[in-house]
């Protein structure tokens, strides 16, 4: 346990992201793509807030809304006391070192005709965070040592590499600036199970050794379980369950976290366990349902579910979810 682990690091307010949707002969908009709706959390100093959904539910522009890579429509996002929303591209500097993000995708995510040196060099120069040469040496060594990887690394392209060493390398150089807050967008779904397992303990080694913050976005489930302290679950631009990652796997409450969780294959052939079939398919961001939006593939629909979005049931302080017609066992 970490001594930070009661502050808050994040706090997300309300936070929208709506893409514009333009047509027409004057290119007027039309409509918009409801891609992240009115969402609000805070994750904790040195804790890993895992997020889960459906792809196209809005997981990855949630994630590079936070860091202010996309802009957003409206929220607040409040990171260590300052809101960020409303500081300039000059003020956001200061902040971009302390937040960093790690991408899905190693292959494409590090430039071919740049060697590791260049890479990993690049932060630090940007931010002017070496006066010497040897300085900036000794920090590659470090940034190397961090992610298990040989100094030789350092004078090799990425072709030169495997998918694991890549993503090592895509780490380090999110380390290079020493930040607080790492988002993880599907940072391992690339990557070979085993590979996956290797990875996944280097982020977790690192969490505990620097102090790390985590948003860990992901699909596979068991990952998220494994490296989550809090789970959020999000259905077309809202979050509608949250919880400690324990209670989220043990006693789920909303009919969608039960439907994904029934999803999770079992090793044991000899136990069965009964899967949960969703009807029809994802409505489109762009017109989402009235009322809950999980309502037209939800088998314990009713009326009042139609027509008014539910308020925020807590279980505890930190379990909540959005449901008029919670699952209230296992069995359900």
Request: charged content about 25%; overall charge neutral.
């Amino acid at each position: 346990m970490l001594a930070s682990e009661n502050e808050i690091l994040l706090e997300v307010k309300n936070l929208s992201k709506y893409f514009p949707i333009r047509g027409g002969i004057l290119n007027k908009p039309v409509g918009a793509v409801h891609a992240v709706d009115n969402v609000s959390f805070s994750i904790k100093k040195g804790e890993t807030l895992g997020l889960v959904g459906e792809s196209g539910c809005g997981k990855s522009t949630l994630g590079k809304t936070l860091l202010r890579l996309i802009e957003p429509s409206a929220g607040q996002i409040i990171f260590d006391g300052i809101d960020i929303t409303q500081l300039n591209t000059r003020e956001m500097r200061s902040i971009r070192q302390k937040i960093q993000l790690i991408f899905q995708d190693p292959y494409a995510s590090l430039n071919p005709r740049m060697t590791v040196n260049a890479i990993l060099s690049e932060p630090l120069k940007i931010h002017r965070l070496y006066t010497t040469l040897e300085e900036k040496n000794k920090r590659l060594y470090e940034l190397l040592d961090y992610v298990q990887l040989p100094k030789e690394a350092l004078n090799k392209y990425p072709h030169e590499f495997s998918g694991g060493q890549r993503q090592r390398i895509c780490i380090a150089r999110a380390l290079a600036v020493k930040p607080q807050f790492i988002v993880c967008d599907e940072s391992v779904s690339a990557l070979d199970v085993s590979i996956q397992a290797q990875v996944i303990n280097l982020l977790m080694d690192l969490q505990q050794e620097l102090g790390l913050t985590y948003l860990f976005i992901a699909h596979d489930l068991k990952v998220v379980e494994f490296i989550s302290h809090q789970v959020a679950v999000m259905y077309l631009g809202k979050i509608v369950e949250k919880a400690v990652a324990e209670d989220i796997y043990r006693n789920p409450k909303h009919p969608y976290t039960k439907a994904l969780l029934s999803a999770i294959p079992i090793p044991d052939p000899n136990h069965r366990k009964e899967r949960i079939i969703l009807k029809g398919d994802v409505p489109s961001p762009i017109s989402p349902p009235t009322g809950c939006h999980f309502h037209p593939r939800c088998w314990k629909a009713s009326a009042v579910c139609q027509e008014v979005y539910p308020e925020e049931i807590y279980i505890n302080e930190q379990h909540w979810f959005r449901c008029y017609h919670p699952i209230k066992d296992n069995n359900e």
